[in-house]
């Protein structure tokens, strides 16, 4: 557990490489020993350990702080379907090149007040977003561009309840 926690800080630092060599090391080890579904943390006969859900959400670059939300992928590329996982919602955040970014809920509720989004292109902050299919006017949030990255600060906390999605699009 401790050592893809250490993995996850190393891909959230962006030193993706790096954490995904720790990934490797770590399964190759256990795959080795035939202990692929019996870590042995805990005594042993442990699934697999907790912090490895750390992993999926730091290639994402998720961020989380009281309705603030931060996706700032670590991937090569410029088309994704990413999981994440919150607390309270999970989903996919999904992207395109040149088609902005869709962020589904699968299960549960997921409320935004603030978002951010690396790695995607938007000019003096102008976008189009789209919440539970609607098109959300303009003095229903500011825009800008903070650090490379889009920030979208909402004027209502938008929530998202399963089976629905916010679509940003430049």
Same mark, same amino acid.
């Given at each position: ?5 250490? *993995?996850?800080?190393? @891909?959230?630092?962006? /030193? ?8 490797? #090391?770590? #399964?190759?080890?256990?795959r ?5 579904? #019996? ?10 350990? /907790?912090?490895?859900?750390? @992993?999926?959400?730091? /290639?994402?670059?998720?961020? @989380?702080?009281d ?17 994440? *996982? ?7 955040? @999904?992207?395109k ?7 589904t ?8 007040? =603030? ?5 995607i292109? *938007?000019?003096?902050? =102008? ?19 903070? #650090? ?10 938008? =929530? ?11």
């Open positions: 557990g401790v050592e893809l926690g250490f *993995a996850s800080l190393l @891909i959230y630092e962006g /030193m993706v490489k790096e954490g995904l060599k720790v990934v490797k #090391d770590v #399964d190759d080890r256990y080795k020993a035939g202990l692929y579904f #019996d870590h042995q943390e805990f005594g042993g006969h442990y699934f697999r350990p /907790m912090s490895a859900w750390a @992993i999926l959400n730091a /290639m994402l670059g998720l961020g @989380i702080n309705g603030a939300l931060e996706f700032s992928p670590r991937l090569p590329g410029k088309n994704h379907k990413l999981f994440y *996982a919150t607390g309270t919602a999970t989903g996919h955040y @999904i992207t090149a040149g088609k902005g970014v869709t962020i809920v699968e299960q549960g509720e997921l409320a935004i007040r =603030k978002l951010t989004l690396g790695g292109a *938007a000019k003096g902050g =102008k976008v189009t977003v789209k919440a539970a299919g609607k098109v959300l006017k303009g003095e229903a949030y500011s825009a800008a561009v903070a #650090d490379g990255k889009l920030v979208l600060n909402f004027a209502d906390e938008v =929530k998202l309840p399963a089976g629905k999605e916010l679509a940003v699009g430049s």
